[in-house]
T-cell receptor, first 113, second 116 residues
Framework: DQQVKQNSPSLSVQEGRISILNCDYT??????FLWYKKYPAEGPTFLIS?????DKNEDGRFTVFLNKSAKHLSLHIVPSQPGDSAVYFC????????????FGKGTHLIIQP | GAGVSQSPSNKVTEKGKDVELRCDPI?????LYWYRQSLGQGLEFLIY????????KSGLPSDRFSAERTGGSVSTLTIQRTQQEDSAVYLC??????????????FGEGSWLTVV
């Protein structure tokens, strides 16, 4: 049973527009959420995170929104740039968990010129 | 280098053989993780080491998989009697302290294992 779900395997967005990547979770014990970005043949790199006590965290072009009641978070990238083309993984952590971070399957973002 | 280093970067092995994958975490990081990513799948947790505590092995898929961490630094992931379904990218990561929370984990570039 997947506790972190990214239901869109891929997403295509025009350069300059907003990219919205979605993530749903089922475990109400998750209290910290992270987004990782992965280029082909490279390891994932940390992008942005949010604690469950917040509903928004912003870092430059990247903003993460958290809706705890809906168990949903999203990553907004605006404006989208060609270098943003990558696979984005949503990850969740629970303080009492036994298995570190739980990752989603990832969404492949393609920025079109 | 300053990042997490993994070797080999690529490994092709015959079914039934044993393989060892090595990870050098970032200096000073007490936490070390192994994940794997199979084709079309997300990142799957395997094992977690924190300092001198007993490792959390809850993610290891079978008893053919084992890992050790010597001297609180370098870690080796061993897969015995490899099977084709073991083909995946094996990612090592490290962080300063407790898993998740405010401590970002940093990944290596992965060891690409292909079992033929």
């Amino acid at each position: 049973d997947q506790q972190v779900k990214q239901n869109s395997p891929s997403l295509s967005v025009q350069e300059g527009r907003i990219s919205i990547l979605n993530c749903d979770y089922t475990n109400s014990m998750f209290d910290y959420f992270l987004w990782y970005k992965k280029y082909p043949a490279e390891g994932p790199t940390f992008l942005i995170s949010i604690s469950s006590i917040k509903d928004k965290n912003e870092d430059g072009r990247f903003t993460v929104f958290l809706n705890k009641s809906a168990k949903h978070l999203s990553l907004h990238i605006v404006p989208s740039q060609p270098g943003d083309s990558a696979v984005y993984f949503c990850a969740a952590y629970s303080g009492g968990g036994a298995d570190g971070l739980t990752f989603g399957k990832g969404t492949h973002l393609i920025i079109q010129p | 280098g300053a990042g997490v280093s993994q070797s080999p970067s690529n490994k092709v092995t015959e079914k039934g053989k044993d393989v060892e994958l090595r990870c050098d975490p970032i200096s000073g990081h007490t936490a070390l993780y192994w994940y794997r990513q199979s084709l079309g799948q997300g990142l799957e947790f395997l094992i977690y080491f924190q300092g001198n505590s007993a490792p959390d092995k809850s993610g290891l898929p079978s008893d053919r998989f084992s890992a050790e961490r010597t001297g609180g630094s370098v870690s080796t992931l061993t897969i015995q009697r490899t099977q084709q379904e073991d083909s995946a990218v094996y990612l090592c990561a490290s962080s300063l302290g407790n898993r998740g929370g405010g401590n970002t984990i940093y990944f290596g570039e992965g060891s690409w294992l292909t079992v033929v």
